[in-house]
């Protein structure tokens, strides 16, 4: 066991009991069996303490539960907090209402580890991949989060169009340590943990996408962030999407101030700094001005329909 490497889950849970039981058990039968669970619940009201309880006494030498530290952070912050607990050279993220194919770790871990042999020293590395999405009770909803979404994940290895829209889905995601110290803490500003890991990636490394779809995603209305389902579901949502147009592109522009804020000066190249500066730095001027240099820079989303969205909000 020793000679395999192993591989740090980390979770955030609230309120999520109804759905661990089968995403502990989707994570006890993979198929790489080296690998710790570290949780941190962000003040759940419901069974979800219970549950961990009872997973963690199945495993005791496989889950850290950090206990002491239970009370209401946001997403993000929380698996600012649960990175701390890691110590090993690879790291996963999960959602709690998700449910792991049995190779998602192994098939993850073969990908990161090929990437590393290709550099002398270490390198930032990322690895995500595709997603089922399925309704509350797994019935798939299609066969690829990709397609769904109209997402082509090779836009996931360009900073410059990550800047703008994420291309990475967190609970597909497997970092090297080289990529969680370089970017840990995750600042407020951060849009997402995944959108800021990617970002960093790019930027001192490489983003690796498998095609592959590795877990099952479930679409049910107290998704974080989720795909955009069908029918009037579906409407509700894209109507949703436009009101918070402005909200989110005003976010990823402060993600990116927060980027260029944090690593000017760093080994980055010099390209991704001053992308990540002209984006965050768009607010500086009126309406008309923010178009003629969101233009200039060519800034600009993955659809043509999106990238109208970009405009309209600037």
């Known amino acids: 066991m020793t000679n395999i490497p192993r ?13 661990l039981s089968e995403f502990f058990q989707s994570i006890a039968r993979q198929t790489h069996h080296n690998w710790k669970l570290l949780i941190r619940d962000d003040g759940s009201t419901d069974g979800t303490i219970s549950e961990i309880v009872a997973f963690s006494r199945t495993f005791p030498d496989k889950v850290i539960f950090n206990k002491a530290n239970i009370e209401h952070v946001g997403v993000l912050q929380s698996y600012s907090q649960i990175a701390l607990l890691s110590s090993s050279e690879y790291i996963m993220f999960a959602d709690q209402d998700d449910v792991w194919l049995p190779e998602k770790i192994s098939m993850t871990l073969d990908a ?12 930032p590395l990322l690895v ?36 703008t829209q994420n291309y990475v889905t ?17 600042p407020e500003k951060a849009v997402m943990h995944d959108w ?6 790019n930027a001192f490394g490489a983003v690796q996408y498998l095609p592959r779809a590795t877990i099952l995603y479930r679409q049910h209305a107290n998704n974080v962030i989720g795909a955009t ?28 101030k927060e980027f260029y804020c944090r690593y000017k000066g760093s080994n980055a190249a010099a390209s991704c700094i001053s992308d990540a500066l ?37």
Not at 112 to 123: A, F, G, L, Q
Not at 135 to 142: E, F, K, R
Not at 196 to 201: D, E
């Open 7 to 19: 591989v740090d889950i980390l979770l955030s849970t609230y309120n999520g009991s109804r759905y």
């Open 112 to 123: 990161i580890i090929r990437m590393e042999k290709t550099s002398t020293t270490p390198v």
């Open 128 to 163: 995500h991949t595709d997603l089922v999405v399925v309704d509350d009770n797994l019935s798939a909803m299609g066969k690829s989060f990709w397609i769904e979404e109209n997402l082509n994940p090779s836009n996931s290895q360009s900073f410059f169009l990550q800047l």
């Open 170 to 186: 967190g609970c597909t995601v497997m970092v090297n340590r080289a990529l969680l110290d370089m970017a840990w803490p995750f």
């Open 196 to 201: 800021w890991l990617a970002l960093v990636a």
């Open 229 to 256: 389902p069908k029918g009037s579901a579906r409407l509700i949502r894209i109507i949703k999407k436009i009101i918070d147009m402005r909200g989110s592109v005003g976010r990823s522009e402060a993600q990116a």
């Open 278 to 314: 002209a984006y965050g730095s768009i607010r500086n001027y009126n309406r008309f001005y923010r178009v003629v240099v969101a233009l200039k820079h060519g800034f600009r989303k993955g659809s043509l329909l999106r990238t109208i969205g970009l405009y309209i909000s600037l």
